[in-house]
Every structure is written in C-alpha cells, then in structure tokens.
C-alpha cells in the first residue's frame, strides 16, 4: 500500500513531459507527500485535461467529515466498482485522475513481531517522472466544497522487485504523455 511518494521536479519538466501546461510551481518539489496533502494531479472535463491541486485520501460525497478520507488513500483496482464506498466514483472517465510523481515508497513487514518496518524507494528507469492512476470526486464538507483523490492500486505478482517487499503497488501509467496513455472519454 502506498502511502508516500514524492514529486521533486519543477513544472517546466512536468509540462513537458505529460503534455499540459503546469502554471506554477505548487505541488512540486516535495519529497515526502502524504495522505491528507494537497498532491498534484491532472484531471479532465470534456476532454480537456485540467491540472489541480487534489487532497489525497477520498472523501465520498455522503461523508460528514474529513475523516473518511484517511481510510481512502488507496483503493484496490480489481475491486473499486464493488465497494460501497465508491460508489458514485467508478472508473469512468470523469473521475480519472493522474497524481504525478517520480518515486514512492513502499515498507516491507519485518521478519519477527517488535522489529521495524523497512522502507524501499522506486523510481521509473532513468529517474523519469511518471503518473499514478487515480480516481478523484468532490464533496461539500460544512459548506465548503472539497477535491479529493485515491491512488489506484494492483497486485505485484507481474513485479519481481516490487513483488519481494509488498504485495501492493500503485497502478503506474505507461509514456508517453498522460492523455495517450489513458482516454478521457464518456462512456454511455
């Protein structure tokens, strides 16, 4: 399960290299990125790619409070349209979302109880910036409307590396640029 990555680079590199232009320079250059921080991403509506700024840990629009989206920062991609607690939040294409990043980190569960978790970084070949598959909604939490994400996650079996320190890994977009690699189109 991932629960931190970073994104170090400015967004010139990032307007490069997913193809959008990145106005400023908020939600880059950040090494430790953690649920319930503003995180970078890129969405779309009616087919035109928009980046914003998303708070990362779904918040589902029947939630009263913040806190649902501390259980919601990942979400399982062979079993997201079955959960109740997405419901309204499917993988259609309204409610993609890209969190870039150009590593994470994942923990590896020590051998003997009482013993330390181990970190272990991964980055993309090249140290290039890459995009999570994500899925983002809105909610009005006392009044005030909030814009929120999950990262998408998959079994590592298809990874030997990642495979020998978790059983999760974040869902990693292929190049090239973002809006090629994943469609955003309506379906129905």
């Not at 309204?94 to 870039?100: K, V």
């Not at 978790?166 to 190049?175: G, K, S």
Request: include cysteine; glycine fraction near 6%.
């Amino acid at each position: 399960m991932c629960a931190r990555y970073i994104n170090t680079l400015g967004p010139e590199v990032l307007s490069k290299k997913f193809g959008v232009q990145i106005p400023t320079s908020q939600g880059t250059h950040r090494y430790n990125i953690a649920p319930s921080q503003q995180v970078l991403a890129i969405t779309a509506k009616d087919g035109e790619l928009r980046v914003r700024l998303l708070r990362w840990g779904l918040i589902p629009s029947w939630a009263k409070d913040l806190k649902a989206g501390n259980r919601m920062i990942n979400a399982r991609v062979e079993t997201i349209a079955a959960k109740g607690n997405y419901a309204g939040v499917t993988p259609d294409a309204h409610h993609r979302a890209f969190m870039l990043a150009d590593g994470y980190f994942e923990w590896q569960k020590p051998e003997r109880r009482g013993q330390p978790h181990q970190p272990f970084y991964f980055q993309v070949e090249d140290r290039q910036p890459f995009a999570f598959a994500a899925l983002w909604t809105a909610a009005k939490i006392q009044g005030e409307w909030i814009h929120t994400c999950t990262l998408l996650t998959c079994e590592t079996t298809s990874n030997p590396l990642v495979h020998a320190i978790h059983d999760r890994m974040p869902v990693i977009l292929p190049d090239p640029h973002v809006q090629h690699a994943c469609r955003f189109t309506r379906r129905g």
